[in-house]
């Protein structure tokens, strides 16, 4: 028997993946639009470094790169945990466009700081939220190791939201949509 072709192979996950994704959503799914997300999150928060001006320049300058680089380490880990767990990340350009739930703008070079702070806490809920999705699907899969990884990465995510809205003089559950749902 002659072994399979890339293309065939590739072909196979994509499958794999399209029934998945329309049959019974996964944990590993999810994850593949958590990775869309910190894709985006990369270009992002580099968008909002190299382009961040006014009084909190110094400040949000470093806080940006920062932000950015832990993203990256988080990109890496919860790939890693994929592979690990036997599923196939999305790992072009392509698939993590196509998997994200945010958006950005070439425009946003030129908001205020303030905004770029708010909407780097939007694109943060929006990824716990997904996170939260993922958890609980590893823990009806009994995936205790991956359910750890990503209540790890939510409680990052918590952290992170409550700092930015604390340098813009907010609570840290201020204007949390998703956390207004959870007590209605």
Known sequence: MSEKTPQ???KEE?????????????????TDHL???IHTLHVKLHQY???VKGPHFFTLHEKFEELYD????WFDRLAEQLLVSGYK????????????MLSEDPADKYIKAEEMVDNIIDDFRETRELTIRAIHLAQEEENVVFED??????DDLDTKIWMLQ??????????DDYRDEEED
Request: charged share 30%.
């Open 49 to 51: 470094h190299w382009y």
């Open 14 to 30: 994509q499958e794999y993946k399209d029934h998945v994704h329309h049959t019974k959503i996964n944990a590993a799914a999810i």
């Open 8 to 10: 065939e192979r590739l």
């Open 149 to 154: 990884t990503l209540i790890e990465f939510k």
């Open 89 to 100: 990340p999305a790992s072009t350009t392509k698939e993590l466009v196509e998997h994200s």
């Open 166 to 175: 604390a340098f813009l003089g907010k609570e840290a559950l201020e204007d």
């Open 35 to 37: 990775l869309g997300n």
């Open 70 to 73: 832990d993203n990256e380490k």
